[in-house]
């Protein structure tokens, strides 16, 4: 893009000699025709910049088609390679973590196919989190309670359906930044260099283990969901997760990383 510096003040009919010879130019580099004869030199100008505005717009228009074209429809996967999606929850992003989170991915050579900040709405968080999952999530606890020899005083349902209440407040209160993953056995692989959902029970080494100390029964003392620093898909919902969060259109699969030229393309 060109950039063009005005004088601050000058002859005005210096400016406007020189803008109908640069006219002339334009006209005659770009073969501009008028379908009558302009009236006078403004009619003219006004003629040379709308015929200039199209030449542009059909530039772009061409150079968009062709990068449209670049983007082909995502071939099938190849025998056991996978795709993923990770996010990073709000309190990833609002402590700055992100940088981090993507070195790991990048790090471990699997592939990044999408990325994307995006600030998640109810309806989303409804239907990523819907009320079927809350007998998943209460079992899960109550297990985690047991284990540490404590009561477990509610059903699985109904504690279930609270964490669900909070994990939906929680994942749409600052935004999320999205990762799309494309790697042998990606899905089992991301997941563990997420670690154990509670961050207090996770793995040093994982995300979640490096990253927060958050535990279950302290963030049931103040009636919120878990902080766990990201969200990974698991084999059940990878696909479904995915095509929620990406179109085709955002994924970019076609390059090649560095890494693949010694592992082979996937
Ligand atoms: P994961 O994210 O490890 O797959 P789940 O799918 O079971 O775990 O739960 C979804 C999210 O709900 C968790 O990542 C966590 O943020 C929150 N969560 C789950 N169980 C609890 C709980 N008992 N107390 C608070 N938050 C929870």
Redesign the pocket.
Known sequence: MPVVYLPKEGDRREMYRELLALAKELREKYDIRFSRDAKDELEALYGIMKALYEITRMEWDEEHKASKKKRRKSKPLKKGIERTLLFVKPDGVRRGLVGEIISRIERAGLKIIGLKMVWLGEDWAKKH?PDE?AP??GA??KKAFLAQGKEFPWTEEE?GKA?LE??RR?VTSAPIVAIAIQGPRAISKVRAMVGD?APSKAAPGTIRGDFSCDD?EW??VQTR??Y?VV??S?SEGAERELKEMFSEDELYPDYTTLYEELLGEF
Do not use: Q, V
Request: no cysteine; net charge neutral.
């Open positions: 989190y999952m998943k999530i899960k606890a504690y964490i909070a994990l929680y959902t279950y963030a049931d969901s878990i766990n969200h990974a698991d």
